[in-house]
């Protein structure tokens, strides 16, 4: 994987994909073969020995996720004293916003570590070099809500490639079409009766149903679901 000057990995939109196949090749083959929810806290955990801990980031909640590269201390929000403070953490803590660690954000959640391991798998050596300029603090990714839709920074291009990434390595190619065709099959058209009714499914009804088959089989929320049919130009009902 070639690098700029900056230490960030260039990579186009279009090789997410194949990236994703060989991270998953490396941590989660099964992911490849059939559509089943890759397993993200097992791969950070278990095969790349990081250590998830779920607490306040910040105060507003802006941060959902932050993966630390040195050992150090990292300033984070006590929500019960109302005050920011720091602590002390080891190299390869992936920390997850616990606001989001409920059952109703389970595909942010899963997101969220999908987006942080993608970090350590392909930015560990940016901050690598930043930590031996800067021993003061620990070196961390942190990863707001917003994202970054068209990058110019190093920050904002490590922000859209995890996101992308994670994407591809939560909702794979080739099975996600897959998925997405069994889903489709199952459904059938209805007729239509006039500009507001319709007896049977309406188009727009089954591509809801093929949407949300997606982000359940896929343990995904319905957006990321969405924005992946999309990227993938996977074709649904009277589209």
């Not at 050596?125 to 603090?137: A, E, H, S, V, Y």
């Not at 707001?144 to 920074?153: G, I, L, M």
Request: charged share 30%; aromatic share 8%; net charge negative.
């Amino acid at each position: 994987m070639k690098l700029n000057s900056d230490f960030v990995p260039i990579i186009s939109k279009k090789e997410m994909d194949h990236e994703a196949t060989k991270f998953l090749r490396k941590y989660c083959p099964e992911a490849l073969e059939s559509p089943i929810p890759v397993p993200v806290e097992d791969i950070a955990e278990l095969k790349m020995e990081l250590e998830i801990d779920y607490v306040n980031i910040d105060e507003a909640c802006e941060t959902l996720g932050m993966m630390i590269f040195s050992d150090g201390a990292v300033e984070l929000y006590d929500r019960e004293n109302d005050q920011y403070v720091l602590r002390p953490y080891n190299r390869g803590t992936l920390l997850v916003e616990s606001n989001i660690g409920d059952v109703s954000n389970r595909g942010r959640e899963r997101f969220t570590i999908a987006h942080e391991i993608v970090h350590w798998h392909i930015h560990k050596l940016r901050f690598t070099m930043m930590g031996l300029k800067d021993q003061t603090l620990a070196k961390a990714c942190r990863c707001p809500q917003e994202k970054a839709y068209n990058p110019k920074t190093p920050e904002e291009w490590m922000e859209w490639q995890a996101d992308n990434l994670a994407a591809a390595i939560l909702m794979p190619a080739e099975m996600f079409r897959k998925k997405a065709s069994e889903i489709k099959a199952s459904f059938k058209v209805g007729r239509k009766i006039n500009d507001h009714m319709w007896s049977g499914f309406s188009p727009s009804i089954i591509n809801e149903l093929i949407i949300d088959g997606l982000a359940e089989a896929f343990h995904v929320s319905k957006q990321a679901a969405e924005i992946r049919v999309k990227t993938l130009d996977i074709k649904l009902m009277g589209s």
